[in-house]
């Protein structure tokens, strides 16, 4: 198989990232992967929720005297927008059009370090509130599951990075576009987690 | 896997078909999007409110979120396409065993 | 690696062991490992009946005992058992699919090295400061209270040892999705194949709850957190969950592959295709549903109520119809047929009435009401030892003499093999029999030493006997491969004669690439139809081209090595007197994350080997 072939425009074929054989391989691994991963999140959420607003003395702030709508709804927008930059580079890379890809990359990368910057700030205004990791079982469940997705993420913009500057003087090829194609997946899947946790820990939280 | 292309005698009508089969997609991701959006808001709206029961918000902003989540998986992850039944059953099956894991933490996780 | 080479220095033979992404080669990396780990957990057993074999014994310390508990449970479950029926796996199912090997060789190798440093690492606790101590199943009320750093070895052991398996597990099932022979439908695989389908997804749904629940006890006990502390809020019974929902799949973990290999075994030696093949693969499926539904059984005395408890022992029992299922079948499959009792069928036909006992212990255990009696008893040691022994490992020894002769191309001493059979056999009913008495007058499980005079004197000092029965077996199983070893007298393709799968077909040990041209298989058990049609190979599916081989790397090594250092600081990070702990946590990631990204930026395209020299062998071949 030469992977490493330049191709036009007319002979990229239409799905770059299953056309051979260790791309396949690597798309449905990658895929079950993602299954596990549905389980561990599963669990984290599972243990939030048996250990929400579960604080040693009844003076220690609960979900709903945390959580706030702004800083969350902010979050949220910025991560369900970087999905979809995600889907335009990826669109791009189906056009075999590379520059516009690492672009569209680019974009995805920025709003990434924009929500991590937002968690930040979000876990440091806790810890001054009192809330901390160590304070109550709910605080060790709270930073734990959302911690995991915020390293998850971390690890999602590391991934799209060295994949951009390895890749920027070489171009697509069908040995690397399997792998622009499953951090993309990587990406979609942080984001579904993400709907869950601002769905299960934020609203339902300040609900009550 | 998805949509093979047969590479056909002229390659520039088949790149012209595809590049329009391309751009059709991301119409359609794209619409899916306004839709995700559409749904985030009305599910932070619902809460913003305060006035609703919360025995009415949850299970519609739980169903809200199941919406989305089948949104991204469907068409940005592409479970839409052809080739995709292994892949759905093992989503299926993880999420599952997640559901049962969630549902007994509720229920019988005994003090 | 290209390794035409024929004879090696002991240096570069080891330097291919580290770098080899060769299925075949892991595999054996794997039985070696698992093999001497197994020895361990052995000689754990050995040291408790001893401690128990009379009253009032002083052999050993009521901690050091917790310890040898501890560490045989998890030894024998994660170190031995596992990783040995992932060796037999890795050897086997890519050529009884016709691959030429795993979808990811590299991460195949990375899996074994995690699982290795990972035990490397539960095991030193005995040299630094004790083993953990709160039995296998660590429960945190215990653990997190444990004194000194052995709980802290086994999260961060298991840990390790358990992204390894989860990444064999992804590894076997894209294999067996996307590599499958031309014509190999899902309905032609062979049953060890589909037993390593189903266990695979098995593991990649029943780990992440593990890396979970160890996450939460390694945040605990290291970090301050208060998962498990009722006094800041925790709950305890969190960890019982979270283990129990790995724990329970994992038991099936263990038996489906030695079903697998007692399914191909019974075949083969009964000379009769296997009685209800698609049931036997319904029933298969359907276990692994169903283990996922029932790991609250092992919680039945903690109070989850009366309708989870009922709900979990229905369940429970309904995992007896898929097994009655294929205990008939494989006794059908020997009806009518003639058969040979080689050692592999010796232990395969022992197997179905010793596991069959522990089925039947274990719908009694189902049962919550009367569950409440036999609680934390030795009645529940006698019944998982009698499927563990009495399944799985009897399953592993006739599986490793089965497939020795593909895996090491000689043959194992068959009179030898004998002795080794008989002598476990016997050993394993003695030691254990007796332990449901033992269970049911009142003996609790656990406890380091008794009393004299309750009636447990000589069914203790039976128990014991008969260990010493199953330990000279297995003595007698190293010398024979000793003997064989040095022997070394080389066999042919299908060296018992009777093969019906793929893996017959090809010389053992096979050659690196495995198939020179990918057979056709026209239905189940392959190669048996072509030899019904007096053919002596498979029919190609493809011209003779040139072949696609991935390198071999030392990266995998690295990798986990790194992991490795910054468990040792993580591990130390609580105590208040050792400053150099975050550095080295900083440098162990720093290796691992290095070597990942030396991994990413560096091009592996793998090599050719060219039509020609593959012609050269046939060449060769002929005129021998």
């Known amino acids: ?208 | 896997m998805t949509n093979q292309q047969s590479n056909s005698a002229n390659p520039n009508l088949n790149l012209e078909y595809r590049r329009k089969q391309n751009a059709e997609e991301m119409k359609h991701q794209v619409i899916t999007f306004t839709m995700m959006i559409f749904f985030t808001l009305i599910a932070f709206a619902m809460v913003a409110m305060e006035s609703i029961s919360r025995w009415f918000i949850i299970p519609v902003i739980l169903l809200l979120a199941a919406i989305q989540v089948i949104f991204q998986l469907y068409y940005f992850m592409h479970m839409k396409h052809k080739g995709h039944e292994t892949i759905a059953l093992f989503i299926y099956s993880g999420l599952t065993v997640g559901l049962i894991t969630v549902l007994v933490f509720l229920t019988i996780v005994w003090l | 690696m290209s390794t035409y080479a024929k004879k090696q220095g002991f240096g570069a033979t080891l330097w291919d062991f580290m770098t080899t992404v060769d299925h075949k080669k892991i595999a054996i990396l794997y039985l070696i490992s698992g093999g001497l780990f197994f020895i361990l957990g052995g000689l754990e057993a050995m040291f408790i009946r001893i401690q128990l074999a009379v009253p009032d014994n002083n052999f050993m310390s009521a901690g050091v005992f917790n310890e040898m508990i501890t560490m045989h449970g998890t030894t024998m479950i994660f170190l031995a058992a596992m990783p040995i029926l992932l060796g037999i796996m890795n050897a086997v199912m890519p050529l009884q699919i016709g691959a030429r090997d795993v979808a990811f060789p590299f991460l195949n190798s990375l899996g074994f090295w995690m699982f290795f440093f990972g035990g490397v690492m539960l095991n030193l606790s005995w040299f630094l400061g004790g083993a953990p101590d709160a039995g296998w199943t660590s429960y945190a009320s215990l653990s997190i209270h444990s004194q000194g750093h052995g709980v802290d070895f086994y999260v961060l052991g298991l840990q390790i040892s358990g992204f390894g398996t989860l990444i064999a597990g992804i590894n076997f099932l894209v294999t067996i999705i996307n590599m499958r022979t031309p014509g190999m439908t899902y309905m032609r695989m062979p049953m060890f194949t589909w037993t390593t389908f189903v266990v695979s997804a098995l593991i990649l749904f029943a780990f992440p709850p593990l890396t979970v629940g160890l996450t939460l006890m390694l945040f605990d006990r290291m970090f301050g957190a208060n998962f498990f502390d009722a006094a800041a809020g925790g709950n305890t019974i969190i960890w019982e969950h979270l283990f129990w929902i790995f724990g329970h799949p994992e038991v099936y973990i263990l038996i489906l592959p030695a079903f697998g290999i007692f399914s191909e075994i019974l075949a083969t030696f009964s000379r009769k295709r296997l009685f209800g093949y698609s049931s036997m693969v319904f029933a298969t499926v359907l276990i692994g549903f169903l283990g996922f539904m029932v790991w609250a059984h092992h919680m039945f005395t903690v109070g989850l109520g009366p309708i989870a408890n009922a709900i979990f022992a229905v369940a429970t029992m309904a995992i007896a119809v898929p097994t009655g299922i294929k205990i008939f079948n494989w006794i059908f499959t020997m009806w009518g047929g003639s058969v040979r009792f080689t050692v592999p069928m010796l232990y395969a036909v022992s197997f179905i009435p010793s596991f069959t006992m522990g089925g039947v212990t274990g719908i009694m255990l189902a049962a919550a009401p009367a569950d409440y009696q036999y609680h934390d008893s030795y009645f529940v040691v006698a019944h998982f030892h009698y499927v563990i022994v009495g399944g799985v490992v009897l399953g592993i020894l006739a599986g490793i003499t089965y497939y020795w002769p593909k895996i090491f191309g000689t043959m194992l001493n068959e009179t030898l093999g004998k002795f080794t059979f008989w002598l476990f056999l016997i050993g394993f009913h003695l030691t254990f029999f007796i332990q449901h008495f033992l269970g049911l007058w009142g003996m609790p499980r656990r406890v380091f030493t008794y009393l004299p005079g309750q009636g447990w004197d000589i069914s203790n000092l039976v128990s014991t006997i008969g260990a010493m029965f199953m330990a000279v077996g297995v003595i007698i199983l190293l010398i024979n491969i000793i003997i064989t070893s040095v022997k070394n007298v080389r066999v042919g393709n299908d060296p018992w004669g009777d093969g019906r799968t793929l893996e017959w077909a090809i010389p053992s040990p096979p050659p690196f690439y495995n198939f020179k041209q990918l057979p056709l298989a026209r239905g189940l058990d392959a190669y048996w139809i072509e030899k019904m049609e007096g053919k002596k190979e498979m029919t190609p599916a493809e011209p003779l081209g040139d072949i696609h081989m991935p390198n071999g790397s030392i990266i995998p090594i690295c990798i986990t090595f790194g992991l490795f250092v910054a468990s040792f600081g993580a591990l130390y990070n609580m105590d208040a007197d050792k400053p150099w702990t975050i550095p080295v946590i900083i440098i162990g990631l720093l290796i691992t994350f290095g070597s990942m990204l030396i991994r990413s930026i560096k091009d592996d395209h793998g090599f050719h080997i060219h039509k020609e020299d593959l012609m050269d062998d046939k060449d060769k071949e002929v005129k021998a």
């Open chain 1, 1 to 208: 198989m030469h992977v490493e072939e330049k191709f036009t425009d007319a002979t990229w074929p239409a799905a770059p990232e299953t056309a051979t054989l260790e791309g396949k391989n690597k798309y449905l691994g990658f895929w079950l992967f993602l299954g596990g991963e549905t389980v561990l999140f599963a669990s984290l959420f599972a243990t939030y929720l048996a250990l929400k607003d579960k604080v040693p003395d009844s003076g220690m702030l609960l979900a709903k005297d945390l959580y706030e709508i702004p800083l969350t709804f902010a979050m949220t927008m910025i991560l369900l927008t970087s999905s979809l930059t995600s889907v335009y580079a990826m669109y791009h890379m189906k056009n075999n059009s590379f520059q516009k890809m690492q672009t569209w990359l680019l974009i995805t990368v920025v709003l990434g370090f924009s929500f991590l910057a937002l968690e930040v700030y979000e876990f440091n205004h806790y810890v001054h509130l009192g809330h901390t990791f160590t304070s109550s079982a709910y605080g060790s469940a709270f930073y734990t599951l959302v911690g995991f997705h915020g390293a998850h993420v971390t690890f999602g913009l590391m991934w799209f990075l060295s994949l951009m500057l390895r890749n920027a003087k070489r171009g697509l090829s069908l040995y690397n576009a399997p792998k622009f194609f499953v951090a993309s997946l990587y990406w979609h899947f942080i984001d579904v987690v993400w709907v869950f946790i601002f769905t299960v820990v934020y609203l339902m939280g300040m609900v009550g």
